[in-house]
Nanobody
């Protein structure tokens, strides 16, 4: 049974930082590239970061490049998203998923506001 549990969200002021974690179980974590997505109210789900299986190659869209960093620990079956210089437009529910699988966690809310 696949389980995906995101954590680490919260309320932060503009310019602040948060580190999200995503713990997975029920499949061989190291066999899958991983992705972080976000979805703001009334908007479509947006890819914000991806990382390959060994954690060597990463991808970010321009909206978060140079501010967000994805990483993974294959021994701990966990993927992380370090978010710096947060902006109000980063406010959203954040989710992680394994590339090629349809499973999703409950997400973790990030709110950037003064």
């Amino acid at each position: 049974q696949v389980q995906i549990v995101e954590s680490g969200g919260g309320l932060v002021q503009p310019g602040g930082s948060l580190r999200l974690s995503c713990a997975v179980s029920g499949f061989t974590f190291s066999n899958y590239a991983m992705r972080w997505y976000r979805q703001a109210p009334g908007k479509e789900r947006e890819l914000v970061a991806s990382i390959d299986k060994p954690g060597v190659y990463t991808y970010y869209p321009d909206s978060v490049a140079d501010r967000f960093t994805i990483s993974r620990d294959n021994a701990q079956n966990t993927v992380y998203l370090q978010m710096n210089s947060l902006k109000p437009e980063d406010t959203a529910m954040y989710y992680c998923s394994a590339f090629g699988k349809e499973d999703w966690g409950q997400g973790t809310q990030v709110t950037v506001s003064s």
